[in-house]
């Protein structure tokens, strides 16, 4: 897909991999509504897009919230027009230290449900509706290798990606007969704040900068050879180098 | 006839009435065999506008909603007075009198000033918001709620007033002839060969409660038809295939797209009037609500069908326990819905006289 003009969405825009995502397709010329849960948050990274000529939008929203999802799109169809690239990126690891699914507590999956997986269905279900009508779109949604892998501590996160995973396939399965496209994408270990959330003790040296991974990410949206619904390692394409 | 009094959940169950203007004839459906009287060739057309929560209010004497947004980015806005939206519109206390210059505060970090008065009625004034972009879009949302009637028995949600394909916010009430097509239906349609296509018009306010400010409505409404759905349409009418409005919504924009004849693709504003005499220049058929004689709905109907056939059509949809307005039944009109079928029209006929 062409990204220059691309009205796109970025979930979890403030910092980490959706901070580098915003800056990479910014300077690639998307035109770019970022969400998370603070606006304040957000600023520095819409300043940074707009000092170098692009468009950038900050919109506050919970995406574990029903009710903060309509408002969501509608003010960023204002903004933007019709959304053509969703990136689902917002995500909530569960309680730190991770722990035992056995010490997880239920309202911990829940919360990580919400916003790991509900979220994203009800903001696809509120913007690819007109994806599907107008024929073109592209939703990405930001898994991680704990959504095949059975890590113990990681349940209630591992739990809501496995899931995120199979969302994606289903979408390209239902609506890639109307043009739209839909994968998910495992980044790999990356040296994030969420990372050093979930295993603060980690050598730090051997993860990838999220601008190499934004940089790799933004290359595969450009591609036109993914096949819709897959599941792509961004790591098994080189996004260290 | 009864109104819905909310959002059904059953949308595949609502019912269908489909009018055959050829054949002066009707008969009775439900939504999920809209796909049947559509076929290869022809063109179904959404507005794709979504509906944006325009009811805010300034104190319980005040309630404003807006009705347009003008091209400097000022909003026209209509003042209520005391009650709510249980209170049918023309009950409603009188609105404070309001002088240019002064603001209101809706809560939310939202305000705004009034910019001019309407010069025949003080319940119209020009608003200017303070805020702008994205902390505008962010506060308009969290300020508002959804413009609804008394008829309706809860509050709406946000979501009660999407249709499943909508996008940028433009309309100020549902365009609700596209509510009972759930994606299933829309499916089925394109995969018999119909183009599936959009406009998107600025859908406005339908009552105001004060009868000689409803004889200006509708007021002047945004459109967009673009290039490439233009070509579409003027593919399918060059093939010979029917162009079917959903919506009146469509019909004034895709109408107003072709006033110098062939359609055109456009982003403007039409102060279109259609009604009992008017020529279609692109609309073969609708899918709409149903809409009592009177009404400038049902005003409209008249351009795609006799009068005598709608109301002996209304009449009988009357009595079958159909419902009226936003979340009620469907009623098609098309020339050749129900010609061409393998059981004969005249078992359907239902001539209520």
């Known amino acids: 897909m062409e990204i220059s003009g691309t009205a796109t969405l970025i979930t979890g825009a403030s910092r980490g991999l959706g901070e580098a995502l915003a800056l990479e397709l910014g300077r690639q010329g998307a035109r770019l509504v970022l969400v998370s849960r603070k606006r304040a948050a957000l600023e520095p990274v819409v300043r940074r897009i707009r000092e170098a000529g692009g468009e950038a939008h900050a919109l506050e929203a919970d995406l574990g919230s029903k009710d903060d999802i309509y408002p969501l799109a509608g003010a960023a169809a204002a903004l933007l027009g019709p959304i053509d690239l969703l990136i689902h990126n917002a995500s909530e690891l569960g309680p730190t230290p991770l722990r035992l699914l056995l010490d997880t507590g239920c309202e911990d999956l829940e919360r990580a449900l919400a916003v790991n997986l509900l979220g994203p269905f009800r903001l696809s279900r509120v913007i690819a509706g007109s994806m599907a009508l107008r024929e073109r779109g592209t939703i990405v949604h930001v898994s991680s290798d704990a959504s095949v892998n059975a890590y113990p501590h990681w349940g209630a996160y591992s739990v809501s990606k496995a899931a995120l995973d199979h969302l994606s396939r289903l979408w390209a399965a239902e609506l890639g007969e109307r043009g739209v496209r839909s994968f998910s994408v495992d980044p790999g270990e990356m040296d994030t704040e969420m990372h050093r959330a979930a295993l603060p003790d980690a050598d730090r040296a051997p993860l990838a900068r999220p601008e190499f991974v934004a940089a790799r990410l933004a290359a595969l949206l450009r591609s036109p050879s993914i096949a819709n619904g897959a599941r792509i390692e961004l790591q098994s394409l080189g996004a260290h180098s | ?353």
């Open chain 2, 1 to 353: 006839m009864k109104a819905a009094a909310f959002p059904r959940a059953r949308a595949e169950q609502e019912r269908l009435l489909v009018i055959d203007p050829a054949w002066s004839s009707f008969a009775d459906h439900r939504i999920g065999d809209l796909p049947r009287f559509l076929g290869r060739g022809d063109a179904l057309v959404l507005n794709d506008a979504a509906t944006l929560p325009a009811s805010l209010r300034a104190g319980p004497e005040l309630e404003l909603r807006l009705m347009s947004e003008l091209d400097d980015g000022t909003w026209l806005a209509l003042c209520l007075g005391s009650g709510d939206q249980r209170v049918p519109t023309e009950e409603r206390g009188t609105p404070p009198r309001l002088a240019v210059g002064a603001e209101l505060s809706f809560g939310h970090g939202l305000s705004a000033h009034v910019r001019a008065l309407d010069p025949d009625s003080a319940r119209l004034l020009v608003l200017e918001f303070q805020q702008r972009g994205a902390e505008l879009w962010q506060a308009l949302y969290r300020a508002a709620v959804p413009i609804q009637y008394s008829y309706l028995r809860e509050p709406l949600a946000l979501w009660d007033v999407q249709n499943a394909y909508a996008a940028r916010p433009w309309a100020i009430e549902l365009p609700s002839a596209g509510k009972p097509l759930r994606f299933e239906i829309i499916f089925r349609i394109a995969a018999r060969g119909v183009t599936v296509t959009h406009v998107t018009h600025a859908a406005g306010l339908s009552s105001t409660g004060d009868a000689r400010l409803d004889a200006r409505l509708p007021l002047a409404e945004r459109y967009e038809l673009s290039p490439e759905n233009a070509a579409r349409l003027r593919a399918t009418r060059d093939a010979g295939g029917r162009i079917i409005a959903v919506g009146t919504s469509v019909t004034r924009a895709l109408e107003a797209a072709s006033t110098s004849g062939a359609l055109r693709a456009g982003n403007a504003r039409t102060e279109l009037l259609l009604g009992p005499g008017s020529s279609l220049r692109t609309c073969d058929g609708l899918l709409t609500g149903l809409h009592e004689p009177g009404t400038s709905h049902f005003a409209l109907l008249e351009a795609f069908a006799p009068r005598a056939l709608l109301e002996r059509a209304f009449r009988h949809a009357e009595r079958e326990g159909y419902l009226q307005h936003e979340f009620g039944d469907s009623c098609l009109i098309a020339t050749g819905s129900l010609s061409g079928r393998s059981i004969s029209p005249a078992a359907e006929w239902r001539e209520a006289g």
